[in-house]
């Protein structure tokens, strides 16, 4: 009996841990991100592309690791399997206390992102400082992070609904059933154009933050042995120059 329950424990082992991506010790990286962040990740024919998809890509290749992606999805979904070990890597993400609890973050980040606030076309909204977002209604997408201090800020001043997608949150603007939307200013602009809302909404001049993103590790994943190389290769690519011309590459690609 005591053999059986030792066997069925293993099995039950075995199965669980098929389940969760390998890791690097099988010379492969499994990869997630945003699937709707151009020119940082999208997603495209069931895989993600984009600049950061292309940096991370590079930097395994110099350790002999290949790279799969898969296609993304829902950010709140995405982030999850990062928590539960099902990919090794997310890239595009947002630093906060939550969840630098599961997630290694590799600093430097990889680029600043200004986090714009949009409006109608013909909307006289006047913004200084987060305080004029009292009193109105806004709206982002599902599990988007803002850092920790805005996000605790709005959970207690403000009135911010979530949706799962950034078209969503056009259209309800545009009914009036939103005062504003909070994203980051280049891929909400790219998908407002891509849309045909690009002349129907404007954003506010001045950011209601800059906000880093970072290339992280899942702490359930043996890849994190490579760290220290990804801190100094993203250190280094930041620097020269080179994770720009990624970004515009995949900006003119998108």
Same mark, same amino acid.
């Given at each position: 009996?005591?053999?059986?329950?030792?066997?069925?424990?293993?099995?039950?082992?075995?199965?669980?841990?098929?389940?969760?991506?390998?890791?690097?010790?099988?010379?492969?990286?499994?990869?997630?991100?945003?699937?709707? #962040?151009?020119?940082?990740?999208?997603?495209?024919?069931?895989?993600?592309?984009?600049?950061?998809?292309?940096?991370?890509?590079?930097?395994?290749?110099?350790?002999? *690791?290949?790279?799969?992606?898969?296609?993304?999805?829902?950010?709140?979904?995405?982030?999850?399997?990062?928590?539960?070990?099902?990919?090794?890597?997310?890239?595009?993400?947002?630093?906060?206390?939550?969840?630098?609890?599961?997630?290694?973050?590799i600093d430097p980040p990889i680029t600043p992102a200004?986090?714009?606030?949009?409006?109608?076309?013909?909307?006289?909204?006047?913004?200084?400082?987060?305080?004029?977002?009292?009193?109105?209604?806004?709206?982002?997408?599902?599990?988007?992070?803002?850092?920790?201090?805005?996000?605790?800020?709005?959970?207690?001043?403000?009135?911010?609904?979530?949706?799962?997608? *950034?078209?969503?949150?056009?259209?309800?603007?545009?009914?009036?059933?939103?005062?504003?939307?909070?994203?980051?200013?280049?891929?909400?602009?790219?998908?407002?154009?891509?849309?045909? #809302?690009?002349?129907?909404?404007?954003?506010?001049?001045?950011?209601?933050?800059? *906000?880093?993103?970072?290339?992280?590790?899942?702490?359930?994943?043996?890849?994190?042995?490579?760290?220290?190389?990804?801190?100094?290769? *993203?250190?280094?690519?930041?620097?020269?120059?080179?994770?720009?011309?990624?970004?515009?590459?995949? #900006?003119?690609?998108?």
């Amino acid at each position: 009996m005591f053999r059986i329950l030792i066997t069925a424990t293993l099995l039950s082992l075995i199965v669980s841990m098929n389940a969760y991506a390998l890791g690097c010790q099988d010379g492969t990286a499994y990869i997630s991100g945003g699937s709707t #962040y151009p020119p940082l990740s999208w997603e495209h024919n069931g895989e993600l592309r984009g600049a950061s998809i292309d940096l991370v890509t590079q930097i395994f290749s110099e350790l002999d *690791i290949k790279v799969v992606t898969d296609g993304g999805g829902p950010w709140k979904r995405v982030v999850q399997r990062a928590k539960h070990g099902k990919v090794d890597m997310l890239v595009g993400v947002r630093r906060n206390s939550e969840r630098e609890q599961f997630l290694e973050f590799i600093d430097p980040p990889i680029t600043p992102a200004a986090q714009a606030i949009f409006i109608l076309k013909e909307s006289r909204f006047k913004y200084h400082d987060w305080s004029d977002l009292k009193g109105k209604v806004g709206a982002t997408t599902l599990g988007v992070s803002f850092g920790s201090e805005f996000d605790e800020f709005a959970k207690t001043h403000l009135h911010i609904e979530r949706v799962k997608t *950034i078209n969503q949150n056009f259209r309800k603007l545009l009914r009036k059933r939103i005062d504003y939307i909070l994203g980051p200013l280049l891929p909400t602009l790219l998908y407002a154009e891509k849309s045909g #809302y690009r002349y129907k909404i404007k954003f506010v001049r001045q950011p209601f933050m800059i *906000i880093d993103e970072y290339v992280t590790f899942s702490k359930l994943s043996d890849c994190r042995q490579h760290s220290d190389y990804f801190k100094e290769r *993203i250190a280094e690519m930041t620097a020269d120059g080179s994770m720009d011309e990624l970004l515009e590459k995949q #900006y003119l690609s998108w």
